[in-house]
């Protein structure tokens, strides 16, 4: 019988733990798609690797050896569809890790808006003028002016101008 991609349902927020347990477990064919993005708290803000799909972990194994991964800490159940654990083909995993090459390799653009996630210009957007290595150029209409930003701590709004 050959291996398939099943659907783990995690503890909140322990889908980094529960991979590092499974590799350590022997299985090498886990899958976590994370993407970066900005982690607000009230004094910082931080980019930080989240998952894609929250408390949900893609595995590479037999369905025979599917029960033996509820033994691992962290795994509260396999994820059915129909009554029988939940595959998801090959192309899809290869879609979900080509989506999120794709999503790290586009960089912020002059002219595109961005929202500022910390500091005095805390959630006012502004419009890119300029790109450097670590800060920003931001021309805020609201005050009619042009502001140096940090690149940590700006993320890109849903709508352009």
């Known amino acids: ?27 090498e064919n886990s ?15 931080r980019m930080v690797d989240k998952p894609l799909f929250p408390s949900y972990l893609f595995v590479l194994c037999k369905e025979a050896e599917l029960r033996n991964l509820l033994q691992v800490y962290g795994v509260v159940r396999i994820v059915y569809y129909c009554g029988k654990p939940a595959k998801v083909r090959q192309r899809e ?27 005095a210009f805390k959630h006012i957007s502004g419009k890119i003028r300029k790109v450097k290595k670590k800060y920003l150029m931001l021309y805020i209409e609201q005050l009619g002016s042009t502001v140096c930003v940090n690149l940590d701590k700006v993320a890109r709004t849903n709508r352009l101008k």
């Not at 349902?9 to 022997?26: I, N």
């Not at 890790?97 to 808006?113: D, I, K, S, T």
């Open 1 to 27: 019988m050959a291996a398939n991609w099943y659907v783990l349902y995690t503890k909140p927020r322990a889908e980094k733990r529960v991979k590092k347990r499974l590799d350590e477990t022997g299985i």
């Open 31 to 45: 899958y976590l798609p994370l993407h970066r993005a900005p982690a607000v708290w009230s004094d910082r803000v």
């Open 93 to 119: 995993i290869d879609a979900i890790r080509q989506f999120l090459e794709q999503a790290v390799e586009l960089p912020l653009c002059e002219g595109e808006e961005v929202e500022i996630l910390a500091g």
